[in-house]
C-alpha cells in the first residue's frame, strides 16, 4: 500500500488530479487518430516515401512555432493557455470527425487539419512540460508527476491503438476521429476547472520575445547538462518515433495483416511503456537516471533491430513490448533529469527547445525513414536504425559518465 501511495503521490493534488483524467482520456482520442491517419495516408498512396512526405509536411510548424511558444509561455498565464489550446485541439478533432462523417477526408484536409494540429502541439508541448511544477505543491514529487504524464500517455498508447484497429475493421474509419473529438471534450473542462498562481519574473515580462528567445539559446548552449540532455532527446526521437510511421507498412508487406493486428503491435508498445512509467513513477530520487536513459536506448535499439529480423505476429508483439519498455525508460528519465537542472523563469523557453529536439526531429525523421523504406525495403530500414541508434548511445554514455548533474528539486 505505501508503495502505491509512492508511486501515485502527485495525486493528493487537486491541480494534478483534474489534469490527469482529462490527458488520458485526450490522448486516447489522439492515438485513435493518429493510427486512422497513418492507415487512411497508407491506404491513399500506397507509397512509404508520400507517408513520410505527408507526415513531414505536418510536422514542420514544430519548427517554426515552437521557438516563440517558449517564450509565450514563461511571459504569459500558463492556465490561460492550457484552455485556450484545450478548445484549439477540440476544434481540429470536430474539422476532422466532420471531414470523415461527410465522406469528405482526402489527402488535401489531411494535410490541412494535420498542420493546424500541429501548430497547436507545438505550444502545447512545451506548456504541458513546463506547468508541471505548478501543479504540485512540493517540488520534490516533479519527477513523480512527469513520470505519470508518462503513463498517462502510455495508457493512452495501450488503449488507443487497440480500438482503432477494431473500430477500423468493424465501423470504419470515420468513428475514429468523432471518438477523438468526444476524448478531448472532457480535458477542456477539467483544465477550466484548476486554479493555480503562474507568477512571472519582472525581466521576463519586460524583455521581447526575440531577445526572449536568444536568451534562452544561450543560456541551453552554456550549460553542458542541458546541451547534451537536448542532443540526446533529437538523436534518439529521429529514430524512436519513426514507429508509427513504419508499424503500418511493417503489418501490411511483412506480416500481410490488417489494422486488428497493427492495434495489438502498437499496443504491445504501450504495454511495455506503461511498465517503464510506473516503475518511474515508484522512484523517489533521481539518483542513476543517466543509466536508466542509456539502458532504455539500448533495449529499443535492440528491439527495432530484432523488428527487422522477425516475421511474426506474435514475435513482433513480443519485441514492441521491449520497444516501448525501452522508449520510455530512455524519454522520461532524459526529460525528468533536464527539468530538475532549469532555472524557473527559462523553463518554457528550454522545454520549447526540447520539443523540437523531442518532436520536431521527428518531421524530418519521417521522411528519411520513408525514403529509406521505399528502397530497402522495411525489414531493412528497422535494422539499419536500430544500430544507428546503438552505436549513438554508446557516444552519449561516455559523455554522460564525464557529467555532473546539480538537481534544483
Known sequence: MNRLKTTFRSLRYKNFRLFFPGLITSQVGIW????????????????????????????????????????????????????????????????MAFCAMSNHLAIWNIIVLGLFLNIVAAVDAPLRQSTYVLLVDDRADLSNALSLNAACFNVARLIGPALAGVLISVVGIAWCFTINFLCILPCVFLVMMMDFKDRKSDSVKSISILEGIKEGIEYAFHSPQITTLLAFAG??????????????????????????????????????????????????????????????????????????????????????????????????????LLQSILDDDKRGRIMSLYSICFLGATSISNLVAGSIAQVFGISNTLIIFGAVLLFSTILFFIKFLHLEFKTRI
Not at 508520400?50 to 519548427?63: A, E, R
Not at 486488428?260 to 504501450?270: R, Y
Open 32 to 95: 485513435i487518430q493518429n493510427v486512422a491517419i497513418s492507415w487512411v495516408v497508407y491506404s491513399l498512396t500506397k507509397s512509404p516515401f508520400m507517408m513520410g512526405g505527408i507526415l513531414f509536411v505536418n510536422t514542420l510548424p514544430l519548427f517554426l512555432v515552437t521557438p516563440f511558444a517558449g517564450m509565450v509561455i514563461d511571459k504569459f498565464d500558463r492556465h490561460r493557455l492550457l484552455m485556450i489550446i484545450q478548445i484549439l485541439f477540440a476544434l481540429q478533432a470536430f474539422l
Open 235 to 336: 538523436v534518439f526521437s529521429f529514430i524512436a518515433l519513426t514507429y508509427p510511421l513504419l508499424m503500418p507498412i511493417y503489418t501490411k508487406e511483412v506480416l500481410h495483416s490488417g489494422a486488428d493486428i497493427l492495434g495489438w503491435i502498437m499496443s504491445s508498445t504501450g504495454i511495455g511503456a506503461l511498465c517503464s512509467s510506473i516503475f518511474l513513477a515508484s522512484k523517489t530520487s533521481l539518483r542513476g537516471l543517466k543509466y536508466i536513459i542509456c539502458c532504455g536506448a539500448t533495449l529499443l535499439s535492440c528491439g527495432f533491430i530484432l523488428m527487422g529480423l522477425i516475421h511474426s505476429t506474435a514475435g513482433s508483439c513480443i519485441t514492441m513490448f521491449f520497444v516501448g519498455l525501452g522508449f520510455t525508460s530512455a524519454i522520461t528519465s532524459d526529460s525528468t
